[in-house]
């Protein structure tokens, strides 16, 4: 499975420009993506990945490569525990 895919596909649906989206880009700074859109797309990520995403966690994550990595992780312990 893509993440990155999956990820820019839930932000556009977020209606975020991803034009702008590089591993760098911060979600805050430069996405102007505050607390409650970093809920709806944790629940978006939820609702097309088989993970349950700690909002809290994902809500400390500064730019979209670190999500993306979040993202990889929890898909590879999931993974592992399967």
Same mark, same amino acid.
């Given at each position: *499975?893509?993440?990155?895919?999956? &990820?820019? =596909? %839930?932000?556009?649906?977020? =209606?975020?420009?991803?034009? !702008? +989206?590089t @591993?760098?880009?911060? &979600? !805050? ?11 709806? *797309?944790? %629940?978006?990520? #939820?609702?097309?990945? @088989? &993970? ?11 730019? $979209?490569?670190? +999500? #993306?990595? $979040?993202?990889?992780? &929890? *898909?590879? !312990?999931? %993974?592992? +525990?399967?």
């Amino acid at each position: *499975m893509n993440i990155r895919a999956e &990820l820019l =596909h %839930v932000m556009q649906d977020l =209606h975020i420009d991803i034009s !702008k +989206v590089t @591993p760098t880009t911060r &979600l !805050k700074d430069d996405l102007d993506m505050d607390s409650t859109e970093i809920v709806e *797309m944790a %629940v978006a990520l #939820e609702k097309r990945l @088989p &993970l349950t995403i700690d909002d809290a966690a994902l809500g400390k994550l500064q730019t $979209f490569s670190d +999500v #993306e990595q $979040f993202l990889q992780a &929890l *898909m590879d !312990k999931q %993974v592992a +525990v399967s």
